[in-house]
C-alpha cells in the first residue's frame, strides 16, 4: 500500500509541477502589474516546494517502494530522469530572480509593469524548462519497460 500511495502523490506532484510551469509561461508577458506579480511570485513559490516535494516523495519510492533502491539506482534511465530534473531546477532560476526582483520594483514603483525586454529576458528559460521537463516521463516510460537497467 505504500507503494501504491507514493506512486499516486508522486504522480499528482510531477502533474501539479506541470500545470504551475504552463501558468508561469502564460502569465509572463508585457503589461504584467503589481498585483499579477504578487500572485505570480506565489505561484513560483509553489514551484519551488512542490519541486522539493517531488523529490522526497521520489526517493521515498527508490528506498521504502517495492522494487527497492537495486531497481533504480543502477539504471542510467533514472540517473537521466534525475538529471534532466535537476536541469530543469537549474532553468528555474534566473525567472524565479527575476519575479523576485520584480516583485520588489512593483512594491517601490506602483506604476510599474513588464516590458517586452523583462519578458524576453526570461520566456527563454521557462521555454527550456518545458522542453527538457517533456524529458522526464520519456525517462520515466523507459525505466517502467526496464529499459536502462
Known amino acids: 500500500m505504500t507503494d501504491l500511495v507514493l506512486a499516486i502523490v508522486h504522480h499528482l506532484l510531477v502533474f501539479s509541477l506541470a500545470a504551475i510551469l504552463a501558468a508561469e509561461l502564460a502569465t509572463i508577458r508585457p503589461g504584467l502589474t503589481g498585483a499579477s506579480l504578487r500572485r ?3 505561484v513560483d513559490m509553489h514551484y519551488g516546494l512542490i519541486a522539493t516535494l517531488i523529490l522526497i516523495v521520489g526517493f521515498a519510492r527508490v528506498y521504502m517502494g517495492v522494487k527497492g533502491p537495486e531497481a533504480y539506482l543502477g539504471a542510467w534511465t ?9 536541469v530543469v531546477g537549474l532553468l528555474s532560476a534566473p525567472p524565479t530572480v527575476r519575479i523576485l526582483q520584480w516583485r520588489k520594483r512593483a512594491r517601490a514603483e506602483p506604476a510599474f509593469a513588464l516590458g517586452l525586454a523583462e519578458v524576453k529576458a526570461v520566456r527563454p528559460f521557462l521555454i527550456a524548462e518545458v522542453a527538457v521537463f517533456a524529458l522526464i ?11 536502462g537497467l
Open 78 to 86: 533514472f540517473w537521466a530522469k534525475i538529471g534532466a530534473f535537476v
Open 137 to 147: 516521463p520519456v525517462f520515466a516510460a523507459m525505466m517502467a519497460r526496464g529499459i
Open 40 to 42: 505570480l511570485g506565489i
